[in-house]
């Protein structure tokens, strides 16, 4: 490899283990057009982050009473997004949505697992119940998860979790060998996106989903540097190879 690529990992676990320099999110400010629009209340800047949300939250239902009584009477997202719990990645800000738009399920490094209950639930819900138009599966600049993947530290119960993203690094080690640290972890970012995609292609809702009401399926990376999506081409598959999935996984 060149040169050692070191673990960090994401979100709460991010505490416990150093995060080294070059992964360590930058901007602190808020993002979202909510914390923007509370901006001009009390300084915050050194309190408790828990305590600052808490009464930041009061202040912005205040600012928008009118969202909330058609929210109370249940929600029509259009997209159901599968992200990385990094604290850099909140989607719905992302996106300059707002509450009810997006069903969300996010874990770390964007792992879909076929034997993950939890996820399966999610998009079961999501596609056979919400019918969501859009599945977003999306990966991130500097992921700690990818990262850890990419290093050799023994991470417990991480280790079962980062499992898919050891294989991809097996199945794709000369590639992500030529290339240097950072690039190394976008591109298993890349694949681990793409992986997820095709196996959401192989679930009986999706594919139905797919047939009987055009669902799409897309693949995305979020640069935390620039806070900018990038799609990827994850609608490519040739005739053949959606024949042999459609072979494989359709069931009736
Ligand atoms: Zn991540």
């Avoid at 930058?26 to 915050?44: G, H, I, K, N, Y």
């Amino acid at each position: 490899m060149p040169g050692r690529i070191l673990p960090s990992l994401p979100c709460a676990v991010s505490r416990r283990v150093p995060v080294p320099v070059s992964f360590r999110p930058t901007l602190r400010a808020p993002f979202s057009s909510t914390a923007q629009a509370c901006s001009s209340s009390s300084d915050f800047s050194d309190a408790d982050k828990l305590a600052t949300g808490l009464q930041k939250n009061k202040e912005w239902a205040s600012k928008y009473p009118e969202q909330f009584p058609g929210l109370a009477k249940g929600q029509q997202p259009e997209i159901l997004w599968i992200g990385c719990s990094d604290s850099r990645c909140p989607e719905t800000t992302i996106l300059g949505l707002n509450p009810g738009d997006v069903f969300v399920h996010r874990n770390i490094a964007n792992i879909v697992h076929h034997a993950d209950l939890n996820s399966a639930c999610v998009i079961e819900f999501a596609v056979a119940h919400l019918k969501v138009k859009h599945i977003v599966v999306s990966g991130h600049t500097a992921c700690g998860g990818i990262n850890a993947a990419l290093g050799n530290s023994k991470l417990g119960i991480l280790d079962t979790w980062l499992l898919p993203l050891r294989n991809l690094r097996q199945k794709n080690i000369e590639a992500l060998q030529s290339l240097d640290p950072q690039q190394a972890v976008i591109k298993l970012s890349e694949l681990n996106v793409l992986d997820g995609v095709q196996k959401l292609k192989q679930l009986g809702v999706v594919i139905d989903a797919i047939e009987t009401r055009g669902l799409q399926v897309h693949g995305v990376v979020y640069d935390v540097a620039t806070g900018l999506l990038r799609t990827l081409n994850a609608a490519d598959e040739s005739h053949e190879a959606t024949k042999a999935r459609l072979t494989a996984f359709k069931t009736a």
